[in-house]
Structures are given as C-alpha cells and as structure tokens.
C-alpha cells in the first residue's frame, strides 16, 4: 500500500459525505427507515442525561446563541448522522464506544492510515461549546473546506463546502451544547 492510495481513501469517503449531506432526504425528527418515530441509534439511547449544571449551561448557551431550536436540531442532526463529527471528537472507553459524559469535548485520533500521511492529526479539538474558533471561522471550514486561518485541514479531517444555512446550524448546536473542563 503506498501513500496514494490512502489519499485516494480519504477522497472517496469525503466524496460519500458530502453526497449523502447534499442528497439527504431525511430531516431532523424524522425517523431512519426501518425506525419508529423517537427510536434513535443503540449508542445514543444508551446516552446519559445531561447533570443539572450541564443542563443549564446548555440553556444559557441556547439563549445566548440566538439560535431557534429548529436550527439547533438540524445542527444536530447533521453533526451526529450526517458528517459523524462525534466518531473523532468524541473520546471512547476501553471498549471503544463513545462516551457519553464527554460529547464531542475532544479527543486523541483513534484511526490511523495504512500508509503515513504527512501531517496526520493526532488530537480532534474540542467542538462542545464551540470553544476554540469564532463563527466565521467555522462557517469558513465547513463552507470553504480550508482551516480556520484559510490553512489547509490536516487529515483525517474531511473537506466540507456546505450550504451557509447547514454551517450555521452546526455551529448553533455545537454552541448549545455544553463546554468540558476536561482535555481528552
């Protein structure tokens, strides 16, 4: 296995995403098919409910953010169904599965290429609270694909162009959600 044909692996799944986030004819609240309305995925109904203090830091984020609840959960909707932000930002337990208490709060890249890739990312920030960029630089990675500065984004980051009304939405929900005092 050589160096292009992990690049041409990460193309292809980028190219999966954002076909499945342009074509998509699901919407938030509606069920997958197969499912009953309200059944949602077996990892995130084993999801933790929110403590009292992450729960009104939710609700203070949500006010402060201007956002409706419509566009956070379609942020939420595209964060966790659609592009998968939580399978590499999200830290996982010994077993592998993602853990609850530390949604999206950052977490050491569990995947590794076949082949080195040069500038291979070994940490995803964290996205709970939207800590560490301002809106426009996020509009501009998930709108232009490039990093926050216009830098190029490290693999295995994927390369979004998204619609302004999607970014927006993500950043609503990633900015409701609420921050962790732990790094991962």
């Given at each position: 296995m050589d160096k292009p044909f992990g690049v041409l692996v990460i193309v292809l799944a980028m190219f999966v995403?954002?076909?499945a986030l342009?074509?998509?004819?699901?919407?938030?609240?509606?069920?997958?098919?197969?499912?009953?309305?309200?059944?949602?995925?077996?990892?995130?109904?084993?999801?933790?409910?929110?403590?009292s203090a992450s729960a009104l830091q939710s609700s203070a984020n949500r006010a402060a953010s201007g956002a409706s609840s419509a566009e956070?959960?379609?942020?939420?909707?595209?964060?966790?169904?659609?592009?998968?932000?939580?399978?590499?930002?999200t830290p996982r337990d010994s077993q592998g599965a993602l853990r609850k208490d530390a949604w999206l709060a950052g977490a050491p890249i569990w995947i590794r290429p076949v082949a080195p890739i040069q500038n291979w990312a070994d940490?995803?920030?964290?996205?709970a609270g939207w800590p560490s960029f301002t809106e426009e630089q996020g509009e501009?990675?998930?709108?232009?694909?490039?990093?926050p500065e216009?830098?190029?984004?490290?693999?295995?980051?994927?390369i979004y162009h998204m619609k302004h009304e999607d970014a927006k939405a993500i950043i609503?929900?990633?900015?409701?959600?609420?921050?962790?005092?732990?790094t991962y």
């Open positions: 995403t954002i076909g342009a074509t998509s004819s699901l919407t938030p609240g509606d069920p997958r098919p197969g499912e009953q309305r309200g059944a949602t995925g077996a990892e995130h109904a084993a999801a933790k409910p929110p403590s956070i959960e379609r942020g939420k909707y595209l964060v966790e169904n659609v592009a998968m932000c939580v399978e590499c930002h940490h995803a920030p964290s996205l501009r990675i998930l709108e232009k694909g490039t990093g216009g830098e190029e984004l490290r693999p295995p980051m994927h609503a929900y990633l900015k409701s959600l609420p921050r962790s005092s732990q």
